[in-house]
């Protein structure tokens, strides 16, 4: 309880009023002191502080998840808020739920005054949460990411089905009143090659039901454990080999950088003709003008779309009313179980999050002290850009699986914590070809779901413990490599940085050493030293109008075996890639972004 005075001008002669706020925390009893004649007079307030946290519940959650947050919280379920009404209830609320229909931007966080401490996302995606924005005001961000894996499985194989025996246009024919009979003639499943792109747990539940459907499966995911997909009678492939053998494709890769628009006109050129085609993911990771040409030209015979670029898609669209497609409405996780299932695990997770519990689910990076962030912010950048570096060299479906980090310092292990180092190393592994967001706090739950095993291992150095680290090394066993010079003497890929005036720098690469710095994106061409290399790779990367920040050779000896390392701004076209390539003295070549 906690009381205040206020000098006010009554408009009205009441004696009292009862105020009731918008929130449910607060009552305020307001009493005139008796002094008829004075032009304004002294209030005196009583607030009473309900100690429950309150939650706003923009969007339907089911009453499951609702019930669980009404024993610990005040649930607030207000619906359909526009933008500003959610700006103004938000200064309100402890915790805030949507779904993916509510956009909580910047000025929303900065509307609640510090007071928000949790947003909870009841599903997958959080495009519609600004991230940056929720970790600069100390909010935490906690997604739903399992509990709808069933249910998008089961509809991939309904659009799978369905699109098999025309199902939707077999429906509608008889339906306008035609016995059509001749015209919907579909295809078996048994014996079929199913291609599933994306070995996750939605990927690997399809897998598992086209298995039973009698197909044969095969996977591509450059992070699937290749036990466990053996363990179901998969096998992992590349992405080449998956998309140009298979007779249906089902799709379940997250929208990335690098995923997006990946099923172009190129490569639906590599695939079977006749090909048939599932998307249950998400709708960026297919080029939908080049779907509509594939579809037109007979390369893809049908395809089964649940997700689209554009959601809804135009009334127009030449894919949706395409002849040969099947379409939903984004309906993947939309089961009663499925909805009540994402409802508790969103619940559970913000009122752990509300209760000062570490969330597994969590998507956006904790505060850290600045003193600790200041002196390791270097080493987190190289941290991360090390990890991508050494994804990126992993070639085919191997999957990676085993992950050795070496620390080089002369502080002793109580003097450094390597966790937010291992974080963000595990970050540039992961990121790059998953939708997760990898933080402090759920790292080792993203790595350990992945079948990614991290150890760290510190060597001891002798001189002063100013510095953190003197150098970081990762290194990945029992996978092949796109650049052969990677793979280090006993037959792992290996990388090595340290930190020069507080930027990255790229130190070692398998076995050769090297010095440059690890910003914008690298190519790394393997080479017998010669003159006029520098030039002549130049020249190439010139003409293309790609503009070079660095160059930098390391060799064995004169003469000898050496590899150039060539800083770029932009990302050079597969012709430039192609024509260095064919530079008599390159043996190899690579493009890493970083």
């Not at 009841?122 to 509990?147: K, Q, W, Y």
């Not at 007779?247 to 006749?274: C, R, V, W, Y």
């Not at 939708?435 to 080792?444: E, G, R």
């Not at 079948?451 to 990762?474: A, C, D």
Request: aromatic share 4%.
């Amino acid at each position: 309880m906690a009381s205040w005075n206020f000098m006010v001008t009554p408009t009205k002669p009441s004696l009292s009023w009862k105020l009731s706020f918008l929130s449910p925390l607060t009552t305020v009893n307001v009493t005139r002191r008796q002094n008829r004649t004075a032009k304004g007079f002294v209030v005196c307030a009583t607030v009473f502080l309900d100690p429950k946290p309150t939650v706003l519940v923009a969007e339907k959650l089911g009453e499951a998840g609702l019930e669980l947050l009404k024993t610990f919280a005040n649930v607030d379920c207000s619906y359909n808020l526009d933008h500003e009404e959610l700006c103004t209830k938000i200064s309100l609320c402890d915790a805030l739920i949507v779904r993916s229909g509510t956009k909580v931007t910047r000025e929303v966080f900065e509307r609640s005054g510090g007071r928000l401490k949790v947003v909870g996302r009841a599903g997958v995606g959080i495009d519609n949460v600004d991230l940056s924005a929720a970790t600069e005001h100390g909010c935490l961000v906690v997604n739903a990411p399992t509990a709808n894996t069933i249910a998008a499985a089961e509809h991939g194989i309904a659009l799978l089905t369905a699109m098999a025996r025309n199902i939707a246009q077999a429906d509608a024919s008889i339906k306008s009143g035609k016995w059509q009979r001749s015209k919907y003639v579909g295809v078996s499943l048994v014996g079929k090659t199913l291609a599933v792109m994306g070995f996750g747990k939605v990927g690997s539940e399809v897998a598992r039901r086209a298995k039973g459907l009698g197909m044969h499966v095969i996977a591509h995911d450059p992070y699937a454990p290749a036990d466990r997909a053996r363990a179901i009678g998969v096998d992992l492939v590349s992405f080449e080999e998956a998309i140009s053998t298979a007779d249906f494709i089902s799709l379940h890769m997250p929208l990335t950088p690098a995923t997006s628009k990946m099923f172009n006109d190129e490569s639906f050129s590599q695939m079977k003709k006749g090909v048939r085609i599932v998307n249950v993911a998400r709708g960026g990771v297919i080029d939908e003008e080049a779907l509509v040409r594939a579809l037109d030209s007979g390369t893809v015979a049908q395809a089964a779309l649940d997700v689209f670029t554009e959601e809804p898609p135009s009334k127009d669209s030449k894919l949706v009313l395409h002849e040969n497609v099947t379409v939903t409405p984004h309906l993947g996780a939309s089961t009663t179980e499925a909805q009540e299932g994402v409802a508790i695990e969103v619940a559970e997770a913000v009122v752990g999050a509300l209760k000062g519990q570490l969330a597994a689910t969590a998507v956006n990076a904790p505060m850290l002290p600045a003193a600790i962030l200041s002196e390791l912010a270097p080493f987190v950048t190289l941290s991360e850009k090390l990890g991508r570096l050494a994804v990126q060299l992993v070639a085919g479906g191997s999957g990676v699986q085993s992950v050795k980090v070496t620390y080089a310092s002369a502080r002793g292990p109580d003097d450094l914590d390597t966790r937010l180092l291992r974080a963000m190393i595990t970050k540039g592994l992961i990121e790059p070809i998953s939708s997760v967001f990898i933080n402090l706090v759920n790292a080792d739950f993203s790595a350990k779901q992945r079948g990614l095993r991290i150890t760290e291992e510190r060597i001891l150095l002798e001189g002063s413990p100013e510095n953190p680290l003197e150098f970081i090394q990762v290194q990945i066993a029992n996978v092949e490599s796109k650049f052969s010079i990677a793979m280090s003497d006993s037959g792992e890929i290996k990388v090595e940085g340290r930190v020069k005036d507080r930027k990255p720098h790229l130190t070692k690469i398998g076995s050769f050493g090297v010095d440059v710095s690890m910003e914008g994106s690298l190519i790394l061409c393997r080479q017998v030293d010669q003159p006029g290399m520098v030039g002549s790779v130049g020249s190439i990367l010139g003409e293309e109008n790609v503009n070079v920040s660095f160059m930098s050779v390391g060799r064995i000896a004169p003469r000898k075996q050496a590899v150039m390392t060539i800083g770029v701004d932009e990302e050079p076209s597969k012709e430039a890639l192609k024509r260095i390539e064919e530079i008599p003295a390159v043996e190899e070549i690579v493009f890493l972004k970083l």
